[in-house]
Nanobody, 119 residues
Framework: QVQLVESGGGLVQAGGSLRLSCVAS?????MGWFRQAPGKEREFAAGLSWSGGMTYYGESVKGRFTISRENANNTVYLQMNSLQPEDTAVYYC???????????????WGQGTQVTVSS
């Protein structure tokens, strides 16, 4: 079992930035971020391997979001720049043993943190 606790969500104006953090109870997993807007399916945002050497991004965030991790602190980050109203969603941290670029690679989920981008 892995416990995941997200933080860093909030309200930001369009064009602004936020950094999400996720602290895991264990670090030897691939980690990722997903998001879910009201009335929409959960969407893959970003993922990275346990070593951090391989990163993956969803098309809608590529070039604007950056995922990173500090295994010494069991923490994964999502730096979000150039935020737009369509980025408004609940953001979930996830961990798993599988392929970090797809939802099927994840087994454990955090409770989520709300990100709201105003126009």
């Amino acid at each position: 079992q892995v416990q995941l606790v997200e933080s860093g969500g909030g309200l930001v104006q369009a064009g602004g930035s936020l950094r999400l953090s996720c602290v895991a109870s264990r670090s030897e997993y691939a980690m990722g971020w997903f998001r879910q807007a009201p009335g929409k399916e959960r969407e893959f945002a970003a993922g990275l391997s346990w070593s951090g050497g391989m990163t993956y991004y969803g098309e809608s965030v590529k070039g604007r979001f950056t995922i990173s991790r500090e295994n010494a602190n069991n923490t994964v980050y999502l730096q979000m720049n150039s935020l737009q109203p369509e980025d408004t969603a609940v953001y979930y941290c996830a961990a798993g043993d599988g392929y970090p670029g797809d939802v099927s690679g994840y087994d454990y989920w955090g409770q989520g943190t709300q990100v709201t981008v105003s126009s």
